[in-house]
């Protein structure tokens, strides 16, 4: 890519590179605002533009913050991708996006690509086999800022932006007992994520506090990516195992759909003979049918607040003083469609 | 963020910086091996990795390409992003992403900012608005590479990556009244991107070839976001307007399930009394009910080759030859599901 360069315009004018350098800058005395007048001209003339990465060189900042995700085909965090872009832009910083592939190993590479490229900061959500944290304390070592969101480790030392998984399972499992549902599956994901775990807690939690055995039979354990097949092939043997069963608190929307495409093709009336909860309110679950009743979960909101967290702990460290490491957590909320009963049991008798 | 420089390295070992960088570098007779081992070794001890934009101002490139698109929040964008970052990782680039909002003067601005970080190429698909091209024309002139990818401007001097919509369109229809389908409404998008010109343009050539005369009172046009609500709307008016439509061809799948959810409503049965034909194969397709017939628009492969393109660009560039710009049509298909007739009009009678 070529663009004139400093030197190009005081060639051109015949003065030092200096000169040209404190006229575009503005502000010197030493420099005539005629002479001033020409650099700008000339830099119109020559099509100059400022060298961001020069700049970085000087300030010691690129300006550019690396963010790590699991997948980009992903209705939620093509979401959080969307707030982390708009406050990234807002506030003058560029971003470059690498994915892990839900790969332990690719997440480890993709974090010593963004520390060589000298990014400010590192926003990541983290694979759902990572149970190893080295990498990420490296960073914190390294001093870079990190802030996790969504995915997170709860014993690395940096800032977070959550959702609170178990209060949020633990108020939807509520809403299907208190629709009179007793017989509430729960297709949990894997075992590593602590949202997965979290989930699973929150659905044992309100059965427990609702007088409802946990029975682990009823709980069926998707595989690391937790999509619309594992809901299909589950709801198959739930069926087959449970011909009782009511309910099921999916741990994502895209598996509650699966649910949803089997018990359709087997003719089994949702809601009145189970009912279905999904989890992160994906688009595709207002144009399912029936329609998905779901937890939503704000992923613009948590892009945004995790961006704006890490720009301002930048901001912090380049003012000298001390970062203060925050968790925010984003509130949640149920939107009620048509794969649960509309009316509360007691109402219904 | 803080790593050691190489006067770091210098000052611990007390040699030169020069010999620290040869020692780096590695093939330099002046350096002793070890001397050569003994700064590796503290390079560890010291945390120092290479500074990737150092390398920048070193060889000109920064080893980052940019890429505009419309809008993150979009299923076929998000897979094209899948392609580009595959591709430049496998090559050894960085991908900015920024969007545009499908607004035309965001689209300007995005350029410029990606022009003043210095990367090394430019992708993008513009905006449904755009119709003036001298801020695409100012990056061929700057000599950044450029290549378009799906929304394209046919005047712009650059290489492209496209479907041929126009063939695609025609194949969609031609399919349909191979079914037996005569009264074939089509929802376009709306007049300025060039693919939503060809899908309509190819809407009216299958027609003519099979003697179905063109009226224009069965073209509904979407706005620029062309969605699930355009769809939707659309479809109520539709059927208000010809009681006798057998079927629509949509602009996209997610108008096309728009135009599913409000005949669904109003029971009106799919595909029986109205066939449903979409483009683009999104995700979603598979699992609304009736599923959709589509067609297969590659996004990750429409990625990659452009990403594919501009990197082989770049490399003609650096070693100084000529570059020759081309076209690339990826290859579409028809995806046959629910929405259509299974059958033949033919073999029903």
Known sequence: MINAKLIDLATALGVSVTTVSKALKGGYSDVSETTRAKVIEMAKTMNYKPNANAVYLRTNETKTIGVVIPTMVHHFFSI????????????GYFVIILQSNEKYELEKKQIDLLIQKRVDGILISITNETD????????????????????IAKIVNCSKVVINDRKAA????????????????????????QNSIDRFL??????????I????????????NADFEDGY??????????????????VTDLVAIGIIKYLNEIKI??????????FSNWFMSTVISPTLTTIDQPGFEIGQRAASILID???????NRDVIHQTIEIPTSIIERESTLRKLKTELI
Chains 1, 2 share one sequence.
């Open 213 to 224: 055995k946990f029975d682990q039979t009823l709980v069926y354990v998707c595989d690391k």
């Open 233 to 250: 092939s589950n709801a198959k043997k739930l069926v087959q195992d449970h011909d009782d069963v009511d309910s099921v608190f999916a």
């Open 170 to 193: 633990y108020d939807a499992v509520t809403f299907l007992i208190k629709k009179g549902h007793k017989k509430i599956a729960h297709f949990r994901g894997s075992y590593t994520p």
């Open 269 to 278: 009336e949702i809601p009145e003979q189970i009912a279905v909860f999904g």
């Open 202 to 211: 929150g659905y044992k939690k309100a059965l427990e506090d609702n007088n």
């Open 313 to 319: 702990e930048l901001a912090e460290i380049k003012a």
């Open 80 to 91: 959080v991708l969307n707030g982390i872009l708009e406050e990234a832009e807002n506030r």
């Open 132 to 151: 190893d944290f080295a990498h990420l304390n490296a960073i914190i070592k390294n001093k870079t800022p990190l802030v996790m969101f969504d995915k």
